[in-house]
């Protein structure tokens, strides 16, 4: 991971001056993400600024960088992974390389193929790149949202950078919170994409491009999460495994690709356990891993951690997270997410990338994106049980499979089955809604918005499901039903959380790069066309993955029941674990002053949470929720 | 609520209004509300209510009475309370 960041004038004429103490203010909020170098480029109407965390070509390739014939130069964040095959391409037509690196290779890309480049791109990449010929200037973002890239435009300037901190010093007026994108988190986790928790400052979405020429600000969907049913593979199951085999060896080889050594974060669960199998048996590295442990047994996974690990025979290093951990690291952790959570989940994932460096690591592999491409979640799963119910929803047996998803499941219900029904069968009467998958998810979320202040509810004016759902794209209709749940779950929990809040923000603020080989664009284009009956037979998730890789796992790591990770949330945001530097955040007079929330619903919220009774899921949501937002307010808006 | 509210009516109704509805403010509870249309209670909340009844009024709810005619406000759970300990 670097850093990226510039400002643009839109009107591109050659009087606007971009001042380069701004920029480098603004590259200064972007050291965490690149602490080996940075540099800074002005020209009379762009500025770029660069923070470097080397891991490719370590003696040059510094940036910006800036063509041969001084027409293009860019910034660039992230790794392309097929570098060298590109850069052989290259030399064959003639381009003349001064360094090693990969972005010097996204420079000639581009001036080879104009802005087609990134088609041939297999990597996770934030871009901007400045084309003197053309008059052109080019933001692009790769494919599924590994790499963050903001922007905002203001008084004709149009301002990025990787991290929304980078992007203040730029701004005459300072950041304001977007409270319809508030009511998205508080809906899906993470607002609907282009938008944040900051009013006018937007992502360029996962696979978007956004050109900048004469005057205008264009986006372009360069690629998307594509399923068609006719475009199903023929082949056999068996075929089919051995191709999603020999795909992830070679996605997982090139992403060992490095001047650095690589490490891999190591969780017991499936996804993990086959990268960590893959790099011992075709990664030609050494087997470094890394794991996180809870004190709490049901967090924990170190009995699957520790068969993995004598079973392949890995160097390994653990961190034992401790409930109190996760309110004395959760400000911190806030100010890196820059957006509002509902889980405590990232404030270990950003202690294990700190063991990661200190080990003198800066790069890991990880499983993220597994479950989605390739069927794993519980939701695909509930979803599945509920269409199957929905043909007869009165029914006493067809809902009997939830309890195969829930075994715990106690729900009496010997009367009419109301309560199983209301509780689990929603929309049980529209089983074609496109998003039939993730209605129960989103409405137990929006429970937590029962925590509006009145001010609030009164002045949001957009239905947060009616934003996502003017996001989808057309095609969605005609999707499989596994495969809508899929793109709704890549399109919105995983690269609007999981990849940011919980994965790169938690990487980059200890300068460590994740790479993600399930996210291979390869990859997800062969799965996207494996039909959904063979990632998902029955009930039994990752079929096809677990056909392809279980040769090489111990067999309670194949069969065991999967594990979502999670954190301690409720406990370590209450009582005394809850510090007094976190718990006034939710004193009447600070909800007040911030009038975003109903403080006195939240001090009986508090009052519960302190007593030690549980709390429900929207309940325990809308603590970390409403902590997390209250911490946004004070440091990123009123500081 | 009642004019005079009993104790155990008190007490259901504050157990609902602090733990779910997060107030004190006797007036947004009204006896007759459904707590599945209003959306009071989800599925954990009913099982911590069959422990409240158990902990705090020494009811037990057997499996079969754990029904919305018995549980789904405060006026079915006067009732069935009645039933119980007549």
Redesign the interface.
């Given at each position: 991971m670097c850093g990226i960041a510039g400002i643009v004038s839109s009107k591109l004429d050659s009087s606007s001056k971009i001042g380069s103490n701004r920029l480098r203010q603004m590259a200064e909020q972007l050291l965490h993400r690149g602490p080996d170098e940075s540099g800074i480029l002005t020209r009379p109407n762009i500025g770029l600024a660069h923070r470097r965390l080397s891991i490719i070509d370590l003696t040059s390739g510094q940036q910006p960088m800036i063509s041969a014939d001084k027409s293009i130069c860019l910034v660039f964040n992230g790794e392309i992974f097929n570098f060298i095959e590109l850069r052989e391409a290259l030399v064959k037509k003639g381009h003349r390389f001064t360094t090693t690196s990969d972005t010097e290779v996204v420079l000639h890309m581009y001036q080879e193929y104009g802005l087609d480049f990134v088609q041939q791109l297999n990597g996770q990449f934030a871009i901007g790149l400045w084309d003197d010929k053309e008059q052109r200037f080019i933001l692009v973002r790769d494919r599924v949202g590994i790499c963050p890239l903001y922007y905002t435009v203001e008084k004709d300037q149009l301002i990025f950078a990787s991290e929304i901190k980078a992007l203040k010093p730029a701004l005459s007026n300072g950041l304001e919170l977007n409270k319809q994108a508030l009511d998205q988190i508080f809906t899906f986790w993470a607002p609907v994409s282009p938008n944040t928790i900051f009013e006018n400052v937007y992502e360029v979405s996962p696979g978007q491009m956004l050109v900048l020429e004469k005057g205008q600000l264009k986006k372009h969907q360069y690629w998307d999460w594509q399923f068609n049913q006719k475009g199903y593979w023929q082949t056999s199951e068996q075929q089919q495994a051995d191709e999603l085999h020999e795909l992830l060896i070679e996605a997982t080889k090139i992403r060992l690709r490095a001047d650095v050594p690589v490490g891999a974060y190591l969780s017991g669960g499936l996804d993990s356990s086959v990268l960590v199998a893959m790099i011992r048996h075709y990664g030609g590295v050494p087997l470094r891993t890394f794991s996180l442990n809870f004190g709490e047994a049901e967090f924990d996974e170190k009995s699957y951690q520790s068969s993995l690990i004598a079973h392949l025979k890995a160097e390994h290093s653990h961190l034992l997270v401790k409930t109190e951990d996760i309110a004395q690291n959760f400000i911190q952790t806030i100010i890196h997410t820059e957006t509002p959570i509902l889980r405590t989940a990232p404030v270990p994932m950003g202690m294990l990338s700190s063991l990661v460096r200190a080990n003198d690591f800066k790069v890991v592999l990880t499983g993220e994106g597994a479950d989605e491409v390739l069927g794993g979640y519980d939701i695909f799963k509930e979803a599945k049980v509920r269409q199957f119910w929905a043909i007869n929803p009165d029914s006493k047996f067809r809902p009997l499979l939830l309890k195969k998803l829930y075994p715990y499941l106690?729900?009496?219900?010997?009367?009419?089955g109301?309560?199983l029904k209301?509780?689990?069968g929603e929309a049980l009467d529209t089983p074609n809604d496109i998003a039939f998958s993730h209605l129960p998810r989103w409405s137990?979320t929006a429970?937590a918005k029962?925590?509006y202040s009145s001010e609030l509810s009164a002045e949001l004016n957009e239905n947060a499901k009616e934003a996502i759902y003017a996001s989808f794209p057309k095609e969605l209709n005609q999707m499989h039903p596994f495969n809508r749940s899929q793109y709704i779950e890549s399109k919105s929990l995983m690269a609007g959380y999981l990849l940011t809040s919980q994965g790169d923000r938690m990487l980059a603020k200890n300068s460590v790069e994740g790479r993600f080989p399930f996210l291979d664009h390869r990859v997800i284009e062969f799965a996207n066309r494996v039909p959904p009956k063979y990632k998902m037979k029955g009930l039994n998730e990752k079929s096809l993955l677990k056909k392809a890789m279980a040769r090489y796992l111990p067999k309670e790591i194949v069969h065991r029941h999967k594990q979502p990770y999670r954190a301690p949330d409720m406990k370590a945001m209450s009582g005394d674990y809850l510090v007094d530097e976190l718990r006034h955040y939710l004193t009447e007079q600070e909800l007040t002053k911030v009038n975003l929330f109903?403080a006195?619903?939240?001090?009986?919220?508090l009052?519960?949470a302190d007593s030690g009774?549980?709390l429900?899921?929207?309940e325990s949501q809308a603590l970390v929720g409403i902590l997390s937002t209250q911490i946004i307010v004070d440091k990123f808006i009123n500081n | 609520m009642t004019a005079v509210a009993t104790n155990q009516e008190s007490l259901l109704r504050n157990f609902i209004l602090e733990n779910y509805l997060f107030t004190d403010d006797q007036s947004k509870l009204n006896n007759a509300d459904s707590f599945l249309d209003t959306g009071i209670l989800d599925s954990m909340g009913i099982l911590e209510l069959i422990y409240f009844l158990d902990e705090e009024l020494s009811i037990k709810v057997e499996s079969n009475e754990m029904i919305p005619a018995n549980l789904d406000s405060i006026d079915n759970l006067l009732a069935f309370i009645a039933k119980k300990q007549a």
């Open positions: 106690t729900l009496p219900d010997s009367g009419q109301t309560y209301r509780f689990f137990t429970k029962k925590f109903d006195n619903k939240v001090k009986f919220l009052k519960k009774k549980a429900s899921i929207p | -």
